[in-house]
């Protein structure tokens, strides 16, 4: 059984910084592409960025602050947020891309306010 499992969610101020990080286990035989996505409340997932081999994609209201690593070996992908701003807040899922499966982990709470 696959498990992607998040962590570093929280609340931070408007300008603040978080650093999300998701780790996969069990029986994935091949990972091409780590990522995250949102939910706000009342609106659909969105992608905010992945990576997939030596290349990176990201949402344009992301870029220039937000930076996804990812380690292939370790089965890791990390979210590096800069600059928040109230309309990042959202559940942050972690996606994990192999072939013929796409999976998914529970989410973890960003809010920004102040």
């Known amino acids: 059984q696959v498990q992607l499992v998040e962590s570093g969610g929280g609340l931070v101020q408007p300008g603040g910084s978080l650093r999300l990080s998701c780790a996969a286990s069990?029986?994935?035989?091949?990972?091409?592409?780590m990522g995250w996505f949102r939910q706000a409340p009342g609106k659909q997932r969105d992608l905010v960025g992945i990576r997939r081999g030596e290349g990176a994609m990201y949402h344009d209201s992301v870029k220039g602050r937000f930076t996804i690593s990812w380690d292939n070996a370790k089965k890791t992908v990390t979210l590096q947020m800069n600059a928040l701003k109230p309309e990042d807040t959202a559940v942050y899922y972690c996606?994990?891309?192999?072939?013929?499966?796409?999976?998914w982990g529970r989410g973890t709470q960003v809010t920004v306010s102040s």
């Open positions: 996606n994990a891309i192999s072939p013929g499966a796409t999976y």
């Open positions: 069990g029986s994935i035989s091949y990972i091409y592409g």
